[in-house]
């Protein structure tokens, strides 16, 4: 199975909840503190490595705040490897 990590830029997020919709796995959630704006910004909730970084929260996101990180399988990243050389 994929496997991959989110990182929300808070101080970009204005709460609109898109993301939380989108995510499969649900493992975005609303902090308990504010941004700087006076919003409650979205974050990642993501105990158990549940996030599959397919970048759907990233896709709806209308402020661009949500970077997404893939880890790959060894054997992919070996073959990816090869293939630049």
Known sequence: MASG???INEERCK???LCLEACPPG???FAD???SMGYK???LYDPEFLCTGCALCAMVCPDAGITVYRNYPMARQKRMKAEVV
């Open 5 to 7: 990590r989110i990182t």
């Open 15 to 17: 709460g609109c909840g």
């Open 27 to 29: 493992v975005i959630k």
């Open 41 to 43: 910004p979205a974050v």
């Open 33 to 35: 503190h504010f941004n």
